[in-house]
T-cell receptor, first 113, second 115 residues
Framework: SAVISQKPSRDICQRGTSLTIQCQVD?????MFWYRQQPGQSLTLIAT?????????ESGFVIDKFPISRPNLTFSTLTVSNMSPEDSSIYLC??????????FGPGTRLTVL | AQSVAQPEDQVNVAEGNPLTVKCTYS??????LFWYVQYPNRGLQFLLK??????LVKGSYGFEAEFNKSQTSFHLKKPSALVSDSALYFC?????????????FGSGTRLQVQP
């Protein structure tokens, strides 16, 4: 299984600012994803982070709001831009292994005031 | 499109009794199905998966799930519940025929096991 770390683990931010979340994996992976989870709620896919090309966004999510970088096969960043209280959520990095299992990082708990 | 439904927001069961957490799915082809568990303030942990083969899949912590194609279901079961099983459980699906690469999750079911 892949070991995934995320930084920061939590943050409290002011409205209108931006936060960049880092995701580091202990092995090279082809598939990397970013999800959002409201506390106690389900997971919603934000985008697929593609190495060497632009991320693929799901309906309702746009690059200007959630820019993603994936410079190599073990690292990705998600930025939450121009934040509002509605962006308060847990953001999760996920990777898919060769055996089709998806593993998740511990999450970044974001509170926007 | 791929989707999964968990009809119960919460399931309550007494310790030692069998438990079932329900999940139904909708895909155009043959599904890849998964169960995950989330304990308070912790990340998602993989429990088990069905890709192909035997319809009864065994996973971590004594859990198992049965794939039923005719009923499009993948219910999670455990013969004897423990208080420590109390957590949030998610069913997830991926349709490999659509080219969609990420899992789609259900709404989650909170399992409460009473001592």
């Amino acid at each position: 299984s892949a070991v995934i770390s995320q930084k920061p683990s939590r943050d409290i931010c002011q409205r209108g600012t931006s936060l960049t979340i880092q995701c580091q994996v202990d092995s090279q992976v082809t598939m990397m994803f970013w999800y959002r989870q409201q506390p106690g709620q389900s997971l919603t896919l934000i985008a697929t982070a593609n190495q060497g090309s632009e991320a693929t966004y799901e309906s309702g999510f746009v690059i200007d709001k959630f820019p993603i970088s994936r410079p190599n096969l073990t690292f990705s960043t998600l930025t939450v831009s121009n934040m509002s209280p509605e962006d308060s959520s847990i953001y999760l990095c996920s990777v898919r292994s060769g055996s089709d299992e998806q593993f998740f990082g511990p999450g970044t708990r974001l509170t926007v005031l | 499109a791929q989707s999964v439904a968990q009809p119960e927001d919460q399931v309550n069961v007494a310790e030692g009794n069998p438990l079932t957490v329900k999940c139904t799915y909708s895909v155009s082809g043959n599904p890849y199905l998964f169960w995950y568990v989330q304990y308070p303030n912790r990340g998602l942990q993989f429990l088990l998966k069905y890709i192909t083969g035997d319809n009864l899949v065994k996973g971590s912590y004594g859990f198992e799930a049965e794939f039923n194609k005719s009923q499009t279901s993948f219910h999670l079961k455990k013969p004897s519940a423990l208080v420590s099983d109390s957590a949030l459980y998610f069913c997830a699906v991926r349709d490999p025929n659509t080219g969609r690469r990420a899992l789609t999750f259900g709404s989650g079911t909170r399992l409460q096991v009473q001592p």
